[in-house]
């Protein structure tokens, strides 16, 4: 059966095509390469960011700034393929805020700093992230709803107020669900705040930065009619339903690539059932750990990163998609499931895998797919790279499933 998204580029064919037999006749003499970007090519050697940019979907990494001075190839691979950061650890609460009154800023301003100079969007990830083991245990004692209601606001305007108009978006709220689980989970601020704490961190968070679009990030809600996924979505509903200032819903995407399968068509179902609500989605922390040490698990996780990637970028509101990291060389896999797994885009030599042609050629696909606004003689450019790329999948995504 084919996918929803090769339907969706096939309607993009079939309306670009009455008008390019229109155009045809005024056009005897153009050169069609001559007005398609050269990044859109299907043998072109852009980078990832340059192809994002022309996709107007930022394309991310998490990052760990402790690696900057470490890793001397770190930040130059980061800042040549990536157009948005997210801290991996930096921006949470015990990294910023470990006790009482105490802020150290260092390592998020590092983030913000390289950003800023790379001209790169940042996601701050995340302000409240409350399972018992992601807070400090201060937090985790407060004896009284007040104290607690208290430091969360202080913690939420501190934050999210020294980076006002340079943190683009926020993970609100994060894993506000149980883990794996269909509940809500019961941290120290659902038992004594109440299931209303995430709607009191949107609220302040907004107030602190009215500038920054606000996200509920949560894994595992990614096929609908599931308890799980139902869940999750009564959540966000009834945040919209209270007013509540969310704009988006952040996909963690950490993906057991090998080991369960993944439906891209039921990928994008839940997108869409997000989209329709009217919010952004994002893929916020790709990754994709493969079983086995062979080339096929490669090629297998290239091909589920085209597909995922793309049925999520085939819906005009998701909007951007962000790996868990970039090279295996640095993984919280390895540390969380043990080594091996190979989870990103790179290799521990940095060298690209072919998952990284895969998610570049995704985003080829979104930015052929975009509304034209170049006249007649790029409509029939994209028309030709449509077929090209249809022709020819991007390298590494052979395997049969
Ligand atoms: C992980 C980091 O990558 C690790 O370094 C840290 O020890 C634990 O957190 N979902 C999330 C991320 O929302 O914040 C987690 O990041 C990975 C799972």
């Given at each position: 059966?084919?996918?929803e998204?090769?339907?969706?580029?096939?309607g993009?064919?079939?309306?670009?095509?009455?008008f390019?037999?229109?155009?045809?006749?005024?056009?005897?003499?153009?050169?069609?390469?001559?007005?398609?970007?050269?990044?859109?090519?299907?043998?072109?050697?852009?980078?990832?960011?340059?192809?994002?940019?022309?996709?107007?979907?930022?394309?991310?990494?998490?990052?760990?700034?402790?690696?900057?001075?470490?890793?001397?190839?770190?930040?130059p691979?980061?800042?040549r393929?990536?157009?948005?950061?997210?801290?991996?650890?930096?921006?949470?609460?015990?990294?910023?805020?470990?006790?009482?009154g105490?802020?150290?800023?260092?390592?998020?301003d590092?983030?913000?700093?390289?950003?800023?100079?790379?001209?790169?969007?940042?996601?701050?990830?995340?302000?409240?992230?409350?399972?018992?083991?992601r807070?400090?245990?201060?937090?985790?004692?407060?004896?009284s709803p007040?104290?607690?209601?208290?430091?969360?606001?202080?913690?939420?305007?501190?934050?999210v107020?020294?980076?006002a108009?340079?943190?683009?978006?926020?993970?609100?709220?994060?894993?506000?669900?149980?883990?794996?689980?269909?509940?809500?989970?019961?941290?120290?601020f659902?038992?004594?705040?109440?299931?209303?704490?995430i709607?009191?961190?949107?609220?302040?968070?907004h107030?602190a930065?009215?500038?920054?679009?606000?996200?509920?990030?949560?894994?595992?809600?990614?096929?609908?009619?599931?308890?799980?996924?139902?869940?999750?979505?009564?959540?966000?509903?009834?945040?919209?339903?209270?007013?509540?200032?969310?704009?988006?819903?952040?996909?963690?995407?950490?993906?057991?690539?090998?080991?369960?399968?993944v439906?891209?068509?039921?990928?994008?179902?839940?997108?869409?059932?997000?989209?329709?609500?009217?919010?952004?989605?994002?893929?916020?922390?790709?990754?994709?750990?493969?079983?086995?040490?062979?080339?096929?698990?490669?090629?297998?996780?290239a091909?589920?990163?085209?597909?995922?990637?793309?049925?999520?970028?085939?819906?005009?509101l998701?909007?951007?998609?962000?790996?868990?990291?970039?090279?295996?060389?640095?993984?919280?896999?390895?540390?969380?499931?043990?080594?091996?797994?190979?989870?990103?885009?790179?290799?521990?030599?940095?060298?690209?895998?072919?998952?990284?042609?895969?998610?570049?050629?995704?985003l080829?696909?979104?930015?052929l797919?975009?509304?034209?606004?170049?006249?007649?003689?790029?409509a029939?450019?994209?028309?030709?790279?449509?077929?090209a790329?249809?022709?020819?999948?991007?390298?590494?995504?052979?395997?049969?499933?």
């Amino acid at each position: 059966m084919r996918s929803e998204r090769a339907r969706a580029g096939d309607g993009l064919a079939r309306r670009l095509s009455s008008f390019a037999v229109v155009a045809q006749g005024l056009l005897a003499g153009t050169s069609l390469a001559a007005s398609l970007p050269a990044c859109l090519a299907p043998d072109s050697d852009c980078s990832l960011r340059e192809v994002a940019a022309l996709a107007g979907v930022p394309v991310g990494s998490a990052v760990n700034p402790a690696l900057f001075a470490v890793d001397p190839l770190y930040v130059p691979t980061l800042v040549r393929e990536f157009d948005s950061v997210t801290s991996e650890n930096a921006h949470k609460w015990p990294s910023l805020h470990p006790a009482p009154g105490v802020y150290d800023f260092a390592a998020a301003d590092a983030v913000v700093e390289l950003a800023e100079a790379n001209g790169m969007r940042v996601r701050g990830h995340t302000l409240l992230w409350a399972n018992p083991e992601r807070i400090p245990g201060y937090v985790n004692d407060m004896a009284s709803p007040d104290v607690l209601r208290a430091e969360l606001t202080e913690h939420i305007e501190t934050v999210v107020g020294r980076y006002a108009g340079r943190i683009a978006a926020w993970d609100v709220v994060n894993e506000p669900l149980e883990n794996l689980g269909s509940t809500l989970y019961e941290n120290v601020f659902f038992q004594q705040l109440g299931p209303g704490y995430i709607a009191e961190a949107f609220r302040i968070a907004h107030a602190a930065d009215p500038s920054a679009l606000l996200f509920l990030n949560e894994v595992f809600v990614t096929v609908p009619g599931t308890e799980r996924f139902d869940a999750f979505l009564a959540l966000v509903k009834d945040l919209i339903a209270d007013g509540v200032p969310i704009h988006g819903v952040g996909l963690q995407t950490h993906l057991l690539g090998g080991l369960v399968p993944v439906d891209p068509a039921t990928f994008q179902a839940a997108v869409r059932t997000f989209t329709d609500l009217g919010l952004h989605v994002e893929i916020t922390e790709m990754d994709v750990p493969m079983l086995g040490g062979g080339a096929d698990a490669l090629d297998l996780q290239a091909e589920i990163v085209q597909e995922v990637v793309g049925a999520c970028l085939a819906v005009p509101l998701c909007d951007a998609v962000t790996f868990w990291g970039f090279t295996d060389l640095h993984t919280w896999i390895d540390g969380t499931f043990g080594p091996g797994y190979r989870p990103l885009l790179f290799d521990e030599a940095y060298e690209r895998k072919p998952a990284y042609f895969a998610l570049r050629h995704a985003l080829q696909e979104r930015a052929l797919a975009m509304p034209e606004p170049a006249g007649p003689a790029s409509a029939l450019a994209v028309l030709a790279a449509l077929g090209a790329l249809a022709r020819r999948r991007a390298p590494g995504c052979g395997v049969a499933r």
